[in-house]
């Protein structure tokens, strides 16, 4: 049930918390720095078993989680953190079966956890413009497992979206205000959008359009802190230092159009019920 | 597609952000502080579009998130706040088909949201002592939509867990350090624990059990903090005051059992390929 | 030595840590929520002592520090908080004999530490153009104890400040970009420029000036926040709620002048080697 | 009047914000990474203008402030740092004329802030057990400017303080609960104590040992964070990282004694006047 298998991608931990990832083959190594596990005596281990180097250094066996798969992506650009990743999934109400459009792919690092989170029903279309990004992102994500549920595409989105009714739409690129038109018609009526921006100039000139626009509600805008405590139950204390910033992110959901009557008829207001009715159908 | 149907359970938001949430019911009126909604008018209207109350006022009919779900929980305790709950959900891996065990229920509002992510075929087994709260937790989670996925236990849980091999296992109790033998019991070797105290003498208390047991890696020490910024382009600014605390939280992973061989013989060092096969089988 | 006398002004702290703050006048009465302490009966006990109201409740009677007073003044504007007076005052090098300009004087919380920090040589200069704040301030200053080293001034400061080689200037006005020129004119070469703004765009505004003037070094930008504990030994934690924002702080020191020679003669340019050798030794 | 003069203590800057510190004296230079600066063509030159090395690099030629000295200590422990020291200094009422007791003395930064506070009539007296430490911590007065209204104590602090009626008292130590007997004698009634403690474990316990004791009010527990930004109008952003922590810092004011009888007859509540005047003698 619980044993690694040929093929799996597993984590193995060190004493002093070192990670590292590899997918399962036979007759390979994994190199650490307190000396090398054999693949096959890993396979077939239960997972979170202790395993020893062949310096009898005890490793911790384990499966990656989505958050360890983001964490151990290679990065070319400034990724989103799990900090960021958690309350984006949760805001825009990415859950399994939901299709979401993303642009830019950048690393790969949030478009695995979307896709993770969307299974099995669920899709991520997924936008990068740069050739080297994509190439980056793609082995990314082949490591991690492959691309179920992803749609890789390499259109500049300044030429609009493919989808249409999308559940939610992220953009993760330095100028978002460009594409606010585009993402509305991606969406869905009440679809959510989201943006990250690292500078308060850019979230400025976002919250501008947002504002000119018009057809957006439900608006956020918010940073997330994260502290972390050394884990010494008579000595606890946070760590020294933190990360200060990576991002504001900014949340909104799309108002379908602008209505030009009220749905109750103003003569209506003691008879609702039947009114009602006939107009909504 | 898109459209407000009977008994689907809305959410409609008034001009100044005010949120109502309802299930569309024929012939039922939704009162607001702007005046009145009939439910017969808004069902077969897209989602996402303005409708006006009897008094004309513009509100937006939208499809509850989960994150609006949980918001909107009735509480007699203290919640797990959605700035949690996302770093919650992925730093425990709790994705479409995982089988997660929680105490205390509480309000229900963590049990939703992780019933929410692991849909159709994961599970969630939540605990609770107190009939009232279990009563209100119920009461909840069926106004949000019910409990598929869901089962609810009026075990106390010194008792131990019903569940072995749970992919994740959460404590929101007063005294999680009480449990931390059942709760490894109930998980699969590698498996998730969290839990969330909103004290550092409880965090002293739970970190020095984890000590003392062994047997747990990957720990980690979090507090998450939240800054809203008013949504003012040529304005903008963090709101003047935020949630300074909720609670601390803690994760870490199960280790299977303590080896007592090597995985790797010595005398086999230069010749690990083969004698892994035979070893790892 | 440290009794209360006639005309003192005193801090009077109820068992629930309410706060009043009179000046000590016989015959008089300071009426509390928990009853009325005689003037009379507080004239000639040692501070810190209990002093009991005539419903028996002890108060603690304490002579006010610059904290209490500062955090005592009538406010109709927002104040600088502790918080950030603290910094400012060490960051500026407010210290005794120090003398500095402020606009605008507000409700005079930041005069006033100022005045009490540069004592008793130094001097506060502080302009405001309001009529109101100006009297509001005036009246919170001889409240806390009187005007003693410090210059109030109706002066619309676009005309410039009256001193010059002042040791720091703090602007706290609207608009501070547009005073930077008489800043620079009213400090003295190195003096410390100090401002607080409290939106992101009129950060980037007075940035953006400083950036143009030059002649400005050791320019930093800073938020500070205060995270309050819940006193309690046993059940450790920080308070539900905190200030989440006042506003950003930005600080630099006058650069005196664009040099137009090095600092070694412009004839041995060529032979600086020898110069400075034969200087060196 | 704002001329480096020899013997002054300067600062100067370089174009990369790259600080040094040096006393002035003839024939010497100070050796930089951009080429040298002979401390006679300093010597002369007005404050805060820009001097160039002989390699022609502008730098500026500074007084260094309070902040600029603290930061500059040489520190074979963990200082205090000045976003704690202008809260401290304020939040204790150290101001001209008042006298403090500290312990520890450390690598002497507070002392020198709390020294630089008090000027010209206050008084520090500073203890430390550590020969290394007190030696260090003189060395580091001696660099800033003299001990001038300093004493330093080789004290063992648990045989108590030989000041009595302190105006404020500041505990750096392990173990501050063990000392606060110590303390409550040497403060006069209503003074302030202060200390700063890395865990919250160290926290509790002066907590508990506050509420033991009683005789303290106004207990503020509290910590300060300082996020910087950086500087660039057009990119405005927090910076990556911060300090996440240095300590929690605890004030309180000393209550005198137990009152043992209210200051107003329980038979005299109609005629407070009269009654008060002669209590209060």
Same mark, same amino acid.
Do not use: C
């Given at each position: 049930?619980?044993?690694?298998?040929?093929?799996?991608?597993?984590?193995?931990?060190?004493?002093?918390?070192?990670?590292?990832?590899?997918?399962?083959?036979? *007759?390979?190594?994994?190199?650490?720095?307190?000396?090398?596990?054999?693949?096959?005596?890993?396979?077939?281990?239960?997972?979170?078993?202790?395993?020893?180097?062949?310096?009898?250094?005890?490793?911790?066996?384990?499966?990656?989680?989505?958050?360890?798969?983001?964490?151990?992506?290679?990065?070319?650009?400034?990724?989103?953190?799990?900090?960021?990743? +958690?309350?984006?999934?949760?805001?825009? %109400?990415?859950?399994?079966?939901?299709?979401?459009?993303?642009?830019?792919?950048?690393?790969?690092?949030?478009?695995?956890?979307?896709?993770?989170?969307? *299974?099995?029903?669920?899709?991520?279309?997924?936008?990068? $413009?740069?050739?080297?990004?994509?190439?980056?992102?793609?082995? %990314?994500?082949?490591?991690?497992?492959?691309?179920?549920?992803?749609?890789?595409?390499?259109?500049?989105?300044? $030429?609009?979206?493919? $989808?249409?009714?999308?559940?939610?739409?992220?953009?993760?690129?330095?100028?978002?205000?460009?594409?606010?038109?585009?993402?509305?018609?991606?969406?869905?009526?009440?679809?959510?959008?989201?943006?990250?921006?690292?500078?308060? %100039?850019?979230?400025?000139?976002?919250?501008?359009?947002?504002?000119?626009?018009? +057809?957006?509600?439900?608006?956020?805008?918010?940073?997330?802190?994260?502290?972390?405590?050394?884990?010494?139950?008579? *000595?606890? *204390?946070?760590?020294?230092?933190?990360?200060?910033?990576?991002?504001?992110?900014?949340?909104?959901?799309?108002?379908?159009?602008?209505?030009?009557?009220?749905?109750?008829?103003?003569?209506?207001?003691?008879?609702? +019920? %039947?009114?009602?009715?006939?107009?909504?159908?």
């Amino acid at each position: 049930m619980n044993l690694a298998q040929i093929n799996d991608l597993v984590l193995v931990i060190s004493p002093e918390e070192k990670r590292y990832m590899t997918r399962l083959t036979p *007759r390979q190594q994994l190199h650490t720095h307190l000396g090398f596990l054999a693949h096959d005596a890993l396979i077939g281990q239960t997972y979170g078993s202790v395993v020893l180097t062949h310096l009898k250094h005890p490793f911790i066996l384990l499966q990656p989680s989505t958050f360890d798969l983001v964490m151990h992506v290679k990065r070319i650009s400034q990724i989103v953190y799990p900090k960021e990743i +958690g309350y984006i999934l949760l805001r825009m %109400n990415i859950v399994p079966g939901t299709r979401v459009v993303e642009a830019g792919t950048g690393s790969g690092g949030l478009t695995l956890a979307m896709a993770r989170a969307v *299974r099995p029903t669920g899709r991520i279309y997924t936008y990068e $413009e740069r050739d080297d990004m994509r190439a980056i992102a793609q082995k %990314n994500l082949e490591r991690a497992g492959g691309l179920d549920g992803i749609e890789m595409k390499a259109r500049d989105i300044r $030429e609009g979206f493919d $989808e249409r009714d999308a559940d939610a739409l992220f953009l993760d690129v330095r100028e978002p205000w460009l594409f606010l038109a585009q993402a509305r018609a991606a969406l869905k009526g009440g679809g959510f959008f989201g943006s990250l921006v690292p500078t308060t %100039n850019q979230l400025s000139d976002l919250l501008q359009e947002l504002e000119t626009q018009r +057809g957006w509600t439900d608006i956020e805008v918010v940073e997330i802190l994260m502290r972390h405590y050394k884990p010494v139950a008579e *000595r606890l *204390r946070p760590e020294d230092r933190m990360i200060a910033h990576t991002g504001f992110l900014l949340f909104a959901r799309k108002v379908a159009m602008q209505v030009d009557k009220p749905v109750v008829e103003s003569g209506n207001e003691g008879n609702e +019920g %039947n009114e009602q009715t006939s107009e909504g159908g």
